[in-house]
Nanobody
């Protein structure tokens, strides 16, 4: 499994960004794979942001981004996207795409349970 994240950058407070992650190697059954995003701010642990099951539901968000971020999948392109609105300085972090073999659509949110990671894309929100 390979994950290629893109879309990070430097933005000002209140701006929007859209992250994308292209996945390859998920076999012929992408519906068995949950995909999501985690982030790691400087000097902090990596934390869950959002995830979506292979079947499109359930979708989970961290409390800190609920109502601000939206995760979606494009099954034709094998991508997962994260629309981030009204960005705040505390959203500054390296964002990592993740993939999890999840045939029962559990949608795991714990960092230690995730096996496949992308390389990360930096989001910097300047005040």
């Amino acid at each position: 499994v390979q994950l290629q994240a893109s879309g990070g950058g430097l933005v000002q407070v209140g701006a929007s960004l859209r992250l994308s992650c292209a996945a390859s190697g998920l076999s012929s059954y992408p519906m068995y794979w949950s995909m999501g995003w985690f982030r790691q701010a400087p000097d902090k642990e990596r934390e869950f942001v959002a995830a979506i099951s292979g079947r499109g539901r359930p979708i989970k968000y961290a409390d800190s981004v609920t109502g601000q971020f939206t995760i979606s999948r494009d099954y034709a392109k094998n991508t997962v996207n994260l629309q981030m609105n009204n960005l705040k300085p505390e959203d500054t972090a390296v964002y990592y795409c993740a993939a999890d073999y999840d045939p029962h659509s559990i949608v795991r949110t714990t960092t230690g349970e995730i096996v496949y990671w992308g390389q990360g894309t930096l989001v910097t929100v300047s005040s």
